[in-house]
């Protein structure tokens, strides 16, 4: 078995931010931005420039959400997305797609330059590789759409990494950095222009009739236009919920043996191994992402680590793992993220959501079009992202995303309650949903021998949660909400804590 260190990300351990939980909270603004992860602090930034005053409103840290969790490779190369593209929705959208992304690319380039952050933003080639001869046609067209798109791909026939590749897709001038010093750098430009960043409350909710007004524990704010940047959005009524899809993915990162690991950034493209380098402190370090699976869905995620650890010590070089770390990303039914108006009726809500594991060009690009639409300013990719369009083929998703969701909220139930295991009987490190009297209790016994016990049903929609044994959360496997032992929030779309419960 591996020795693998407590999780933490890499990003959050090399980055130390101020602290801005006590800064208070304006009464009005011109825009409230919920969420400062990169689609936030990039809309907020933007904002600022065009002249508005704008309020950023984090329930956590910022950017220690997902965006704080990320591999933080700034590319086009999506996967194999552009073939896709251009056949589900045609030529031209995958071309608009590309420039979009493409745009925040260098948006990130240049800024970074013009504004002197120290993000270590680096250019480096990006690889989508198979081992597999049956995966060699389908990333040949991939080049040719991604080409056709406007991109620099091509087709090459092997790669610089430690696998045996039989083909790959090649994009040039692609580039990777420290997402974390990139956002908090953005944070301080914010700051020093006159915007407010306030961390640590949650917004509770938004009211659009009669003016826009946030909602939190701690009085509202009233904003001309309000921006939902809280990767899942926490507000139910663009039923996002019925069209996300949250895939959690695990990460390991340490020093790697000599110079094994070259400078491009990797992609497997049927296990989905991600492999990129990154210079900490004058050492090279190896930051390899994989072993996807479903958030909240019963698997033993101490175990997922270990294998990625096997892999990225055999394909990657790296001898020692130093951090660890997860996160979801969101996946949105037709693979494009939702950008712009939060539902068909609103006027003053927007929101930004659906990177589908690449938001950092996405959340950047989400930002820049957000900027624009808040200000009436036209941009050429809002059709595409608008999140209220409708195709036959998301409508058939939906289906089936709801049919998984239901499998989670009617089978786990069933099974929890056939199963009542008194909690006294749980053993140190033991985690159980189980019945208590008339309710089912999510109860966790710490290796000091005390009981966490919390009710089992997320605040969100009331889906069954279940142990995360590597984080020791629980996490919902319906829409990805995540909940510390003592009930409280880590992730939304639930805004309110599972209830401590008392053991009988
Ligand atoms: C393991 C992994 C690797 C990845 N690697 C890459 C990569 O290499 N390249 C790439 O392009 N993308 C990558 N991605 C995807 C990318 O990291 C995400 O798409 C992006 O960070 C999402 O940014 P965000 O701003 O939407 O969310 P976040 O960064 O999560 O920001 C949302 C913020 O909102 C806050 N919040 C939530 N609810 C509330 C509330 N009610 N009130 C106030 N605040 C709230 C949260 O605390 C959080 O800080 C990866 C994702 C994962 C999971
Ligand atoms: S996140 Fe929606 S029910 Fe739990």
Redesign the pocket.
């Known amino acids: 078995m591996t020795e693998l260190p407590d999780t933490r990300s890499l990003w959050l351990d090399t980055a130390p931010a101020p602290d801005r939980t006590g800064t208070p909270l304006p009464r009005e603004v011109d825009v409230a931005i919920?969420?400062?992860?990169?689609?936030?602090l990039t809309t907020a930034y933007r904002l600022m420039k065009a002249g508005r005053s704008v309020l950023v409103?984090?329930?956590?840290?910022?950017?220690?959400?997902?965006?704080?969790?990320?591999?933080?490779?700034?590319?086009t190369q999506h996967g194999l997305k552009y073939a896709t593209l251009a056949k589900t929705k045609g030529t031209d959208a995958a071309a608009t797609y590309a420039h979009s992304q493409a745009s925040a690319l260098e948006w990130i380039a240049a800024t970074t330059a013009e504004l002197g952050i120290e993000c270590g933003f680096t250019r480096a080639e990006s690889f989508v590789y198979t081992t597999k001869p049956e995966t060699v046609e389908s990333l040949e067209r991939e080049a040719e759409a991604a080409a056709e798109a406007g991109l620099p791909a091509t087709y090459v026939t092997g790669v610089d990494l430690d696998v045996s590749a039989l083909g790959a897709v090649k994009f040039t001038a692609q580039a990777?950095f420290h997402?974390r010093k990139w956002l908090l750098g953005l944070a301080e430009e914010i700051e020093r222009a006159g915007g407010t960043i306030v961390e640590g409350?949650?917004?509770?909710g938004v009211d659009e009739l009669g003016g826009t007004l946030v909602r939190t524990s701690v009085g509202d704010v009233r904003a001309s236009e309000v921006v939902v940047?809280?990767?899942?959005p926490?507000l139910d009524r663009g039923l996002f919920f019925a069209r996300l899809d949250p895939v959690?993915?695990?990460?390991v990162a340490g020093p790697v043996e000599g110079n094994r690991l070259p400078d491009g950034m990797f992609l497997d493209a049927d296990t989905h191994h991600?492999v990129?380098a990154y210079l900490n402190d004058g050492v090279r370090y190896g930051v390899v992402?994989g072993e996807h699976y479903r958030v909240g869905a019963s698997v033993d995620v101490e175990s997922r680590y270990e294998l990625l650890a096997i892999w990225a010590a055999r394909n990657a070089g790296l001898h020692r793992v130093t951090h660890r770390?997860?996160?979801?990303?969101l996946s949105t039914l037709d693979n494009v993220p939702y950008v712009g108006r939060y539902h068909p009726a609103s006027r003053h809500l927007w929101v930004?959501?659906g990177?589908?594991?690449?938001?950092?060009?996405?959340?950047t690009a989400a930002g820049l079009l957000l900027a624009d639409l808040v200000t009436g300013k036209d941009n050429p990719s809002a059709s595409l992202y608008d999140p209220n369009r409708f195709d036959l083929r998301s409508a058939i998703s939906t289906v089936e995303n709801n049919a998984t969701v239901a499998k989670f909220l009617i089978g786990d139930h069933f099974s929890a309650l056939r199963q009542p295991a008194p909690l006294e009987e749980l053993t140190p490190g033991e985690a159980k949903v189980t019945r208590v009297g008339g309710e089912l209790v999510a109860a966790y016994r710490d290796p000091e021998g005390e009981l966490h016990a919390v009710g089992a049903h997320c605040t969100h929609l009331g889906c069954l949660v279940a142990f995360n044994n590597a984080e020791k959360t629980w996490d919902c496997p319906c829409h990805g909400s995540r909940f510390a032992l003592d009930g409280s929030v880590l992730?939304?779309p639930a805004?309110r804590s599972l209830p401590k419960k008392r053991e009988r």
């Open positions: 919920l969420g400062g992860g990169i689609a936030g409103l984090e329930a956590g840290r910022l950017a220690a959400g997902v965006s704080g969790h990320t591999t933080a490779k700034i590319s990777h997402p409350i949650r917004a509770e940047t809280t990767h899942y926490m959690r993915d695990l990460v991600s990129r992402g770390w997860s996160a979801h990303d930004a959501t990177f589908g594991q690449w938001g950092m060009t996405g959340g992730q939304g805004v």
